[in-house]
């Protein structure tokens, strides 16, 4: 389709003809596609974008140096549906920490929508079906077959239009400010850096169960499925899936040698070294098993825990909002502890209706 391939973006040419389009739009909806379920270390693989006249489909294998991109993006309204992941991938792939953000999955949450996946807004607002895509679509494979571009632009070709009713809607309830607020908070979220302490890296799903010299195993079969996974450049289940790990570990503390028959020989032996080095360790050299932070919970608290769950479920009743997007059980229970907590894990509309702040209530 010759229209479809001028919206490719994959030659320098063909992105300056963009940028120049870009600095006379305020609001710019963007998509991204990764490859996290075809390597070990995901990168972006396509970028969609759409402008209230286009849409565009930008290759990052192709344009190596997007900086120039990130540059004319940085001061424009960034309309995401789900942003944490996107605003995630395009810090680490093009340098953009966008200075505004527009949620549709936020928007909607505030709206009272319980269905709030693309395909439901798009279906709601324009009555348009999208055609469902594959979840494990390899997107760094060139050329791309015209069905997942297709779908690719679908994830960007609304946004522009449900951001601007959606806006409306939010206004005329009095939560537009409760939205920017939310909105901000999600971008400050995803500058921050997600790290784990290197005793925790390795503690899986079900590790919790094992203890001693089956969890010094699993670490050491962890830490070789790594290292195997980032050689090949495989997801780590591609390995060898964590169902598998815990298992295995079991097994060769038992005393038996588990044997998968499709691993190479040369995989083979170093798995089994692996499960050795973990046999071998002395107690001293064994994990310390995880424990939990931060003092008991006392009646009080337990009480305070309570009294925050049933204020929330009544105004989240009274707004027709979810109870945990008012606010997480998780956050309820640390502002019982120590209330400052409520500062960083609140933003400040959920704050003020939980009676943590004393301001005016929007409506």
């Known amino acids: 389709m010759a229209e479809e391939n001028e919206k490719f973006i994959a030659t320098l040419a063909q992105l300056r003809e963009l940028l120049s389009r870009l600095p006379a739009q305020d609001r710019i909806a963007i998509d991204t596609e ?105 997107w760094a494979r060139r050329p791309l077959p015209r069905q997942m571009l297709a779908y690719a632009i679908n994830d960007t070709h609304y946004l522009l ?17 409760w939205f920017r607020q939310s909105c901000q908070r999600a971008i400050e979220q995803a500058a921050m850096d997600r790290t784990r302490e290197p005793d925790d890296v390795w503690r899986i799903s079900g590790s919790g169960a094992l203890r001693g010299r089956p969890a010094a195993i699993l670490r050491e079969l962890w830490y070789w499925r790594e290292k195997e996974a980032e050689a090949v450049d495989r997801p780590v289940f591609h390995i060898l899936q964590n169902e598998e790990l815990l298992r295995a570990a079991s097994r060769f503390h038992a005393g ?15 798995f089994k070294a692996a499960a050795e080095r973990g046999l071998n360790l002395s107690e001293s050299e064994w994990p310390v098993p995880r424990r939990r932070f931060g003092m008991r919970r006392t009646a009080e608290a337990n009480q305070r825990v309570e009294d925050l769950r049933r204020r929330r479920d009544e ?47 929007a409506v």
């Open 315 to 361: 105004v989240a009743g009274e707004l027709e909002l979810e109870p945990a997007f008012v606010a997480p059980r998780s956050a309820l229970e640390s502002i019982a502890v120590d209330e400052s907590h409520a500062a960083n894990l609140l933003v400040p509309w959920q704050r003020e209706l939980l009676g943590l702040v004393q301001t005016s209530r």
């Open 161 to 177: 239009g449900l951001a601007e009713k959606m806006e409306s809607e939010l206004a005329a309830i009095g939560r537009l400010e």
């Open 256 to 270: 038996e040698k588990p044997d998968y028959r499709h691993f190479s020989p040369r995989r083979r032996e170093a």
């Open 34 to 138: 990764a490859d996290s379920l075809h390597c070990y270390r995901e990168k972006l693989c396509l970028l969609q974008l759409s402008i209230p006249d286009s849409d565009f489909v930008l290759d990052p294998l192709a344009l190596e140096n997007l900086e120039s991109l990130a540059a004319v993006l940085k001061d424009k309204e960034i309309v995401l549906h789900g942003a944490d992941f996107d605003l995630r991938l395009l810090r680490r792939g093009i340098g953009l920490v966008p200075d505004r953000v527009f949620d549709t999955v936020i928007a909607a949450r505030l709206l009272g929508l319980r269905q709030f996946s693309l395909a439901a807004l798009v279906h709601k607002y324009f009555n348009v079906e999208l055609p469902k895509g594959s979840q494990k679509a390899n």
